[in-house]
């Protein structure tokens, strides 16, 4: 019982730091700065190694306080600190975009506009359907992107937590 009820702790401790982690990356980077720039793909490349990192370290910290990590366990706390984390996060998000600044969709789909157009990839009918669609859609993809990329980064943190901390059986 005592194992459930710290695996649980570790889950909703690195949950919540998965949680500030992704608020304070949103709030760093504007979803209206050009995703081309040099310095926000630095950025995002720090935060996808952090959002990764995050797992790992929980399955570290859970073997710490002394108890045995298999792979199984390992991706489980792995993916329910991705997905928790991703949880709360997408609801910021949505709370964000719903409430608390609607115009930043705008700023979102002009910045969308512009790369469609620049790429001449569709037509400016085509580039109209798209722009309506998504800004339809904008606000729930929020929330199912944060769990959807909390699931991912949980699994592979977990795996690889996993395969870093797993404890030695005695198979002879």
């Known amino acids: 019982m005592e194992t459930k009820k710290s695996f649980n702790n570790i889950v909703l401790m690195f949950a919540a730091l998965y949680a500030i982690l992704g608020i304070l ?17 630095a950025f995002g490349f720090v935060f996808l190694f952090l959002f990764i990192g995050l797992p790992v370290l929980a399955v570290w910290y859970y073997k710490k306080q002394g108890y045995a990590v298999t792979l ?22 949505y709370i964000y975009f719903a409430y608390i600044n609607p115009a930043a969709i705008d ?6 506009r512009q790369i469609l157009e620049e790429n001449d ?4 009918e085509m580039v109209d359907k798209q722009m309506e ?4 859609f904008f606000v729930p ?3 199912i992107g944060q769990l959807f990329s909390g699931l991912l980064y949980g699994v592979i943190g977990g795996l690889l937590g996993g395969l870093f901390f797993k404890t030695p059986t005695e198979d002879y």
Not at 72 to 92: D, E, F, H, T
Not at 121 to 124: E, K, R, S, T
């Open 72 to 93: 199984g366990n390992a991706v489980k706390l792995g993916v329910l600190v991705g997905l928790l984390g991703g949880l709360l996060v997408g609801i910021y998000a």
């Open 141 to 143: 993809m929020q929330l």
């Open 107 to 112: 700023q979102v789909m002009e910045l969308s």
């Open 121 to 124: 990839m569709f037509d400016a």
């Open 25 to 41: 990356s949103m709030l760093i980077k504007s979803p209206t700065q050009n995703p081309k720039d040099p310095a926000m793909v």
């Open 133 to 136: 669609m998504t800004r339809k």
